[in-house]
């Protein structure tokens, strides 16, 4: 895959579900908190091991400290594209931060990662990937 079109797949994702994905809850007037509209979310790329896109992976995300699977939706775009969280889910992640377990498979391949969740700040705008992979690679017994 030419990488110039797949820094512009990439790029149009992000700028899209920015865009579209607005949260339109209108702020606390007891609080000088003012967020931006923006969703925030973190994203993984799910490849086999020869780096080519896997799409349709079933994916899992769980809170490592509530033992709580987070149904998460993916946006529209890369099918290769995955959703480890967003901002609808911040109320549940710690300020200090949460580690997420994010598993991901298909047909003989699996693969998983931690990522380190929080959500910064007095006023917890939005999520923030602290750690965590940008892709996650699915092996199988055959890939060794």
């Known amino acids: 895959m030419n990488i110039r079109i797949f820094l512009y797949v990439v790029v149009l994702v992000v700028i899209s579900t920015a865009c579209v994905s607005c949260d339109t809850t209108p ?3 007891n609080t000088k908190c ?3 509209l923006i969703v925030a979310t973190v994203h993984v790329y799910i490849v ?3 780096y080519q896109p896997i799409s349709d992976a079933t ?4 809170n490592m400290r509530t033992d709580e699977y987070y149904d998460v939706e993916n ?3 890369p099918s290769w594209l995955y959703t480890v969280i967003d901002d609808s889910f911040k109320s549940k992640i710690r300020s200090s931060g949460d580690s ?3 598993r991901g498979s298909k047909d003989d391949r699996d693969g998983d990662a931690l990522f380190v969740i929080d959500v ?3 006023c917890r705008c939005h999520i923030r990937k602290v750690s965590g992979p940008d892709t996650l690679m699915l ?3 055959a890939d060794g």
Do not use: A, S
């Open 139 to 141: 092996r199988g017994k």
């Open 59 to 62: 994916v899992t995300v769980k």
């Open 48 to 50: 086999d091991p020869n």
């Open 34 to 36: 003012v967020c931006t």
């Open 120 to 122: 910064p700040g007095e």
């Open 100 to 102: 997420l377990y994010f």
């Open 75 to 77: 946006p529209q775009g």
């Open 27 to 29: 702020p606390d007037p």
